[in-house]
């Protein structure tokens, strides 16, 4: 400990308080092509994705994406899907979080209107994809009944592979995925005060399981 050390306050306030005034969603990500040709492919799906409807920041780590929670899946969807290439294996690991005591009103744009500006250039781009999911409900005790419901809800939808340690397992369209998501996050959103949802996207993997 050095006294010229400057610590980090988040305040006293815990779940339930969020930071932020606004109804806002973030989503941080990370989109990694396997291919000698990933800084192409990268800045490529990032020139292509209309970030009109949120606000975005990209540095040596991460993208990440913050407005309305619509708006900022279309963009990350939008994204996944302007990367993808049938002869390349690409991951995108995302974190989708909304309610932080931590976050602030600054840093985001939330737009007035709900039309999904990216809907239109991938409507008829279709791929199966993998993904693992972990949800992470915070500052309630009976969280598991939470994620219980959401995994249900992608047994419902059959996009349900199995459960495994830490993670749920998932396959379908990549628009059915995003549809999980989206739906998932907004019954979060009414449910819980916070919640955090790890999202792992796979496309084209060697891996035969």
Request: aromatic share 10%.
């Amino acid at each position: 400990m050095s006294e010229n050390s400057k610590y980090v306050t988040y305040g006293s306030c815990g779940c339930g308080s969020c930071g932020a005034s606004k109804e806002i969603t973030g989503c941080r990500f990370s989109l990694s092509p396997m291919s000698d040709k990933y800084i192409d492919i990268i800045l490529g799906a990032l020139g292509k994705v209309d970030t009109s409807k949120v606000w975005k920041e990209t540095d040596k780590l991460s993208t990440i994406y913050r407005g309305k929670r619509i708006h900022v899946l279309d963009a990350v969807k939008g994204l996944f899907i302007h990367s993808y290439d049938e002869n390349v294996h690409t991951t995108l690991e995302a974190t989708l979080s909304k309610g932080c005591p931590g976050d602030t009103d600054a840093d985001s744009f939330l737009a007035e209107d709900d039309v999904l500006v990216n809907e239109e250039s991938i409507k008829d781009i279709h791929f199966k994809t993998t993904c693992k999911i972990s949800l992470y409900p915070m500052g309630v005790s009976n969280y598991m009944g939470y994620i219980a419901k959401v995994v249900n809800h992608a047994i419902d939808m059959g996009i349900y592979v199995r459960s495994a340690h830490y993670v749920t397992i998932l396959e379908g369209d990549i628009h059915e995925l995003f549809h999980f998501f989206n739906e998932a996050a907004e019954y979060c959103n009414k449910e819980l005060s916070h919640y955090i949802m790890q999202i792992t996207l796979s496309v084209n993997s060697p891996t035969a399981e």
